[in-house]
């Protein structure tokens, strides 16, 4: 039986994103966890997280996550980031006044502004909060069978910005483009919610559950 | 390419049912809402909010059940709100699998509590639900106040101070119902939903009043909604999810199909 660990560091609300993977594959055993034996011992492990990257980093470090998170990448079974699950694994966000990430990726989380606007001039709001267009920027196994330009949920008032572009799986647009999804070896990483974006989210979690870890 | 403006249909839960009431009165069944909430997600409703109108304990157990049964069924966004009181309040419905809660009254009562449940749970779920009754006369300049307790009692709160309040202590979304439109159907009030988008960063859901689909379009377009909420239009058949969309496009308003 494959066992998924949803790493469970006090942040947010992971029972959407357990529900998901169940209703996707009845039967996969979803274990939301902080236990590092449970994550060490799991075939698939996943980071989710909301709320400020301050207080997700602290509770990172303080429940010993990072080492999980390293060895659970080291390891090679595939990873997935959702959210500030994704940004935590940057090198560092402007949140909070600059914040050091897990430097799992190269490249920053950026703030979109209080006064964010599209080519036009129209005011944006942030946080960037509802459906939008994913543009894929190439194969991956976590996109078979869904379609570039597919909407997805998403909502963040930071954005991120990859070092190395052979790494992005795709951006955004919100008057900026931003990279929405990394994919290298076995880790990918989104910013949007899979589990809250419908048919073309659950077909990414499934496809996750699915991916054997390599590129 | 751009952000799709959201349509979100609403529904009224009490004791388990929903129900749709006219300004309030007049309380009509409408079904299951885990049944209501799978044809809106088949249908392609952006979110779906559950306002729970039940007054008693057992009633806030049966709205927990319910949450619960939505959320490992339709996998869009799903707010709560309706007697949203405390932290433990919103962890209950957040473990329920509610991605975002609404605060309504406990944010008159309270402000501080607002504050607190964004630092808590971020702002990325806290809701605030502001009632808001247009309360300047002809030839007056427009004036909007708060009102509490379903739109009988009067707190002498600006509308559109308020809302900048509420976002500056931690709000990640304003829910804006305009009460003496509320069931009436002669679409939003635009004049105050326009006037609270201006003022705030966050995203405003309009509501209150939709009769027809070019209530949603003067929503988004001349009240600057990122977002329009609707109950009986959708409830009772009288349009589809999809008829609203293609209708919304039609008129170049960006959603998603």
């Known amino acids: ?215 | 390419m751009a952000l799709a403006k959201r349509i979100i249909p609403c529904l009224d839960v009490e004791n388990g049912r929903v129900v749709k009431g006219v300004q309030f009165l007049d309380i009509r069944d409408a079904g299951d809402p885990v049944e209501v909430a799978k044809r809106y997600d088949e249908q392609g409703a952006d979110e779906i909010t559950f306002l729970d109108i039940t007054a008693t304990h057992e009633g806030r157990e049966t709205m927990v059940h319910t949450v619960e049964r939505m959320a490992s069924q339709v996998f869009i966004p799903l707010t709560v709100g309706g007697g949203i009181r405390t932290c433990d309040d919103i962890r209950t419905m957040l473990n329920a699998g509610a991605d975002k809660v609404s605060i309504n009254s406990a944010a008159v009562t309270n402000p501080d509590f607002v504050r607190q449940a964004a630092e808590r749970f971020g702002s990325q779920c806290i809701v605030v639900a502001i009632d808001a009754k247009k309360v300047s006369v002809e030839g007056e300049p427009n004036k909007w106040e708060i009102f509490t307790h379903g739109g009988r009692k009067p707190t002498g709160l600006d509308a559109v101070e308020w809302a900048k309040k509420m976002v500056d202590l931690g709000a990640g979304e304003i829910l804006l119902t305009s009460m003496d439109q509320d069931g009436v159907k002669n679409g939003y009030d635009l004049g105050v939903t326009r006037a609270i988008s201006d003022a705030v960063n966050v995203p405003i859901i309009a509501s209150g009043g939709v009769g027809n689909l070019e209530h949603l379009v003067d929503g988004v377009i001349q009240g600057k909604a990122d977002a329009v909420l609707a109950a009986s239009i959708f409830h009772f058949n009288e349009y589809s999810i999809p008829e609203a969309k293609a209708y919304m496009r039609e008129r170049g308003i960006e959603v998603r199909l």
């Open chain 1, 1 to 215: 039986m494959s066992t998924i660990a949803v790493i469970d560091y006090g942040m947010g609300n992971l029972h959407s994103v357990a529900k998901a993977l169940e209703h996707v594959q009845p039967g996969v055993e979803v274990l939301v966890t902080s236990d590092p034996k449970q994550v060490a011992n799991a075939d698939r492990v996943l980071l989710p997280g909301v709320g400020a990257i301050r207080d997700c980093m602290a509770e990172i470090y303080k429940q010993g996550v990072d080492k999980e998170v390293a060895e659970a990448i080291r390891s090679g079974r595939p990873f997935l980031g959702i959210c500030v699950g994704y940004q935590a694994l940057m090198q560092s966000s402007e949140e909070n006044g600059g914040v050091d990430c897990l430097g799992e990726f190269e490249g920053t989380v950026n703030y979109f502004g209080d006064h964010h606007k599209d080519e036009q001039g129209e005011r944006l709001k942030v946080p960037h909060m509802g459906w939008n267009e994913v543009m894929q920027s190439g194969e991956h196994p976590l996109w078979q069978g869904i379609e570039s330009g597919s909407r997805f949920y998403f909502v963040h008032s930071y954005y991120v910005k990859a070092a190395q572009r052979q790494q992005v799986a795709a951006t955004c647009s919100y008057g900026v483009d931003f990279d929405v999804a990394l994919g290298h070896d076995n880790v990918f990483a989104v910013q949007f919610h899979p589990e809250k974006s419908h048919t073309a989210g659950l077909q990414l979690l499934k496809n996750f559950l699915n991916w054997d870890g390599k590129p």
